[in-house]
């Protein structure tokens, strides 16, 4: 049976969304996060080493990474609408948003957050020096960037009700995580990115996404 060892506030909401839709035994093991650093236990990074979430164990086989776990766990659900088949017409969609979410957009995010974070916990002396430098490589590569992302975001899901079509498929559920982080963090207000705030609503009106939240209890967001 599949543990699903999850961090509180983190990207392993994705694989306890995935285990509800699928509604296949599984068991959880909550962690919290040390209070004072905001990072994994020691009992976390027993089962992880590098201490980063998601991360399954499943007999003897231990696997991180979020997209690894999707596939390692749709591989036993073959024929599962989450992941279409080679040559639907939604599979092209499928695999774009579906990469792109751990590809491009989580590491903008990311490293939006860590920027924010250099500017607001840098010693008082250097702060104004470490502001200059974070609004520069914003400004010149990651904003860009964001920016660029979230327009064909706002697009796609203009076109569809879903990232991939009209139906829910696993895209949606390593997307969603992102969307959540972009509300937060990256200014998708609600005035320019409508679509993206409808994909919101309706994620966290999804069965199987309320049922996750109730197990996991502590939000999604790391603030």
């Not at 004072?36 to 998601?54: D, M």
């Not at 992941?83 to 939006?112: C, E, I, M, V």
Request: charged residues 20%.
């Amino acid at each position: 049976m599949i543990t699903l060892h999850h961090l509180e506030k983190s990207q392993s909401i994705r694989i306890l969304w995935l285990l509800e839709e699928l509604r296949i035994p599984y068991e959880i093991k909550l962690y919290d996060r040390d209070p004072n650093t905001r990072l994994a236990p020691a009992a976390y990074k027993a089962v992880s080493p590098l201490g980063t979430a998601p991360v399954i164990t499943d007999a003897a086989v231990t696997l991180a990474e979020t997209n690894a776990i999707v596939d390692y766990i749709l591989d036993g659900q073959p024929g599962s609408a989450l992941r279409p088949a080679p040559g639907a017409a939604n599979r092209a969609a499928y695999l774009f948003w579906f990469h792109t979410a751990q590809g491009s957009l989580q590491p903008l995010l990311t490293n939006k957050f860590v920027l924010g974070a250099l500017t607001t916990r840098a010693p008082m002396l250097v702060r104004p020096i470490a502001k200059s430098l974070v609004g520069a490589l914003n400004t010149a590569f990651f904003d860009p960037r964001l920016n660029a992302l979230m327009k064909e975001i706002e697009k796609a899901l203009g076109q569809s009700k879903w990232f991939a079509g009209d139906t829910l498929t696993a895209a949606d559920i390593v997307m969603g995580y992102c969307m959540e982080l972009a509300a937060h963090r990256a200014g998708m207000d609600e005035t320019r990115f409508p679509n993206g705030h409808r994909f919101l609503k309706q994620m966290r009106e999804y069965p199987s996404y309320i049922r996750a939240m109730e197990k996991d209890g502590k939000g999604t967001i790391l603030l």
